[in-house]
């Protein structure tokens, strides 16, 4: 599910955005929710995107003149909780049912309009309103009633080097009342049948304009004067009925599909334009005058930061884009069409974000983008320059999980884990924006991740534990702060990943290259991704041990899968070592440096880095210490701070954990053995059947272990 190639450009002034439309094959790109898929599905290839959201003035959001004016890149969550937009009641009544949070939050009101699918809600909307559009081009402005503006499906009388440049729609005056219903098949898929509703009152309780728009039932937003049907039946839902049934049947024009028969929706749409209607009229009487702010300032959109423009890129080339991720810079070298997700997982090395669909759908990709959840595979890393971005290893720390994480464990909201990346994200947005969340309300606010499980009962149990838990806001990000961000090999073709600031650059060939001049090896800023301490009782003395460990040599030969291929001087080694899980087969190239060196104490410090050709990468901080024991022999204690990336990284913190502890116990056994003359194992690779059965007998004493202790 990959876009084909095409080039990218984000110009920084409408001018520009209407020059780059006049060359050939341009498509305009401003929030993609709906285009990127049909990128992705190879149902459209343009030559050319064309970024409007750089382009200035095209952010407007404020009330003027008695309209709310909306301009084409202001995203449809910033108008659901704008204070200007309760100005036009039918847009809050509809946002809610646009898709879901995470689509909302990129997705904007004037790309919806522009899009034009015919079971959308915002068309509608707009023809209810008889709203205005306000379109740009070579020719100059123009401005085109709502109901003028859609051809057919998803076609406009946009031309192809025009663009949308803002909407406005009718502030709501007095007597007013509205009314909106969509029947789906669940929360966010586009309506099998829709109605937008509005009724006009005068100060005596007349009818003076009732308009009824239905959508989802023909090739665009259909809609009828029904002043005098609400009129006659006096706003009563039951004569409504009977009234709107004939209506029904002239305004559904569709052949069907494998949702509903034509029948099935004319029955649908006479239910729900009578309720609505009726609803409509009812709250027409109570409906009191509205006024505008008293400020006639355009009020930026608070959810989008302003972005740069950027020059055009050619399809085949690549392009540096620098975000924070997770606290820590990083630039990855992408080509236009890749998604966010790949970028994230293939050149950063955080491969919790999870890929399902690839369209949009499953939700497995939620992170969060600029503090709000957004569909990393409905993102073209290239879009990203500048944003501050926070995947699931942000959320909790290995030490201290986040509260939504301890909730999910305490639920058993885990199952396979393929949706967890994406249930948390999602829920840290829920719990994280405006508004009180109830328990009534979860299931339709976390629909926008599916559960191929089907364990959503514990996943609402855990989010609606954490929200009863913390009433004012979820806790922020616990795991968000400066490291080193290892990305892919370079000798995959796939580009580099580099960390800024404090820490060190990092190559995606794996291995600092600035150690051959003489510069230390540092350990990442950030938790590790596991923590190993192993104590073994050796019988060998302890001077004897020492000598093993002191000797680089010799103490590489003990190391299980390792081997030393030079040294550097100045206590620094290049080498490698190999393991192997299953299918799973990493065979690292990197390097090392001994830090600390206490003779007396028998103490040494390690640290080493280094990655593979698929993606892989693994730090650690190494410390080793003999102790003579009290009744001979001697006592090794081995304790690492691993820090990974990558394919390594899915294994997951405890197993990761789990199998470099007994790397740690193999490696005891062999300094055992090479401090009482014997051979020991060198350069062989670990079992993997032997680290696998070593680790499950593990995991069952420890399970055993609680048990008992219960």
């Known amino acids: 599910m990959k876009p084909a190639p095409f080039a990218y450009v984000r110009p920084g002034s409408l001018d520009d955005v209407l020059a780059e439309l006049a060359g050939d094959d341009a498509k305009v790109l401003a929030g993609g929710q709906s285009l990127v898929p049909v990128l992705a599905m190879r149902l459209g290839r343009p030559a050319t995107l064309v970024d409007i959201t750089a382009a200035r003035g095209l952010d407007r959001l404020d009330v003027d003149g008695g309209a709310l004016h909306v301009g084409a890149v202001v995203r449809q969550r910033a108008v659901e909780h704008a204070d200007q937009a309760r100005a036009v009641p039918l847009l809050g009544m509809a946002l809610p049912f646009v898709g879901h949070r995470e689509l909302r939050s990129r997705g904007t009101v004037c790309g919806s309009l522009a899009h034009a699918d015919p079971a959308a809600e915002l068309p509608a909307v707009a023809c209810c309103l008889d709203a205005e559009l306000e379109v740009a081009g070579p020719r100059g402005r123009r401005t085109v009633a709502a109901e003028e503006f859609f051809a057919g499906a998803m076609t406009t009388t946009v031309a192809p080097d025009e663009v949308l440049v803002a909407a406005r729609f009718p502030v709501a005056g007095a007597g007013e009342g509205h009314g909106f219903a969509e029947i789906a098949r669940r929360h966010g898929d586009f309506a099998l049948a829709g109605v937008v509703t509005r009724v006009r009152r005068g100060p005596d309780g007349a009818v003076l304009t009732a308009r009824l728009t239905a959508f989802g039932v023909s090739d665009r937003p259909v809609t009828r004067d029904v002043t005098d049907l609400v009129r006659t039946t006096e706003g009563a839902e039951g004569l409504l009925r009977e009234a709107t049934a004939g209506l029904a049947a002239d305004m559904v024009d569709t052949a069907g599909d494998a949702h509903g028969s034509p029948g099935y929706r004319r029955r649908l749409l006479a239910v729900l334009a009578a309720r609505e209607l009726a609803r409509a009229h009812r709250t027409a009487a109570d409906a009191a005058p509205r006024r505008e702010p008293a400020t006639r300032e355009p009020n930026r959109n608070p959810a989008r930061p302003p972005e740069r423009a950027r020059a055009r890129v050619p399809a085949q080339e690549r392009v540096a884009v620098t975000f924070r991720v997770n606290g820590s810079e990083a630039t990855v070298r992408v080509p236009p069409r890749m998604h966010l997700a790949d970028a994230l997982r293939e050149h950063v090395g955080l491969t919790g974000t999870h890929l399902g669909c690839e369209h949009g759908v499953c939700g497995m990709c939620t992170v969060l983008v600029d503090g709000s959840a957004a569909r990393a595979c409905l993102l073209f890393a290239v879009q990203c320059e500048g944003t501050e971005i926070v995947t699931v290893e942000g959320l909790g720390r290995p030490e201290e999980q986040h509260p939504l994480q301890q909730a999910f464990s305490a639920h058993h909201a885990l199952q396979c884990g393929f949706c967890t990346p994406g249930m948390l994200m999602s829920s840290y947005d829920l719990l994280a924006g405006p508004g009180a969340v109830t328990r009534e309300d979860l299931p339709e606010q976390m629909s926008g991740v599916l559960c191929r499980c089907t364990g959503y009962r514990g996943i609402l149990a855990a989010v609606a534990d954490v929200a009863a838990a913390h009433p004012c806001g979820v806790p922020a990000p616990l795991n968000c702060e400066p490291r080193v961000l290892m990305g892919r090999s370079g000798g995959s073709g796939q580009g580099h990943t580099e960390q800024s600031g404090a820490g060190a650059r990092e190559s995606t060939r794996g291995v600092d290259s600035s150690l051959d001049g003489g510069a230390d090896l540092t350990v990442p800023a950030g938790s590790p991704s596991a923590t190993v301490e192993v104590t073994s009782a050796l019988g060998a003395p302890v001077d004897a041990v020492w000598a093993v460990l002191d000797d680089v040599e010799?103490?590489?030969?003990?190391?299980?899968?390792?081997?030393l291929t030079e040294a550097l001087g100045g206590d620094r080694y290049r080498g490698t070592a190999g393991v192997a899980l299953g299918p799973v087969k990493l065979?690292?190239?990197?390097?090392?440096?001994?830090?600390?060196?206490?003779?007396?104490?028998?103490?040494?410090?390690m640290i080493g880095q280094g990655s593979d050709a698929g993606g892989s990468a693994t730090q650690a901080d190494i410390r080793l210490r003999a102790e003579p024991a009290p009744g001979g022999g001697s006592v090794l204690r081995a304790d690492a701070d691993l820090y990974l990336s990558g394919r390594i990284a899915?294994?997951?913190?405890?197993l990761a954990g789990d199998v470099s502890r007994r790397l740690f116990e193999q490696f005891a056994m062999a300094v055992d053995a090479a401090a009482a003359g014997r051979e020991a194992p060198a350069r062989r690779g670990p079992s993997p059947l032997r680290l696998a059965i070593g680790a499950l007998l593990d995991a069952v004493r420890r399970r055993v272990s609680t048990v008992r202790r219960r």
Not at 554 to 563: H, I, N
């Open 554 to 563: 010799r103490m590489v030969a003990c190391l299980p899968g390792a081997a």
């Open 587 to 605: 065979s690292f190239a990197g390097l090392a440096q001994i830090v600390e060196r206490d003779a007396d104490g028998h103490r040494l410090r």
């Open 650 to 654: 899915q294994f997951g913190r405890a």
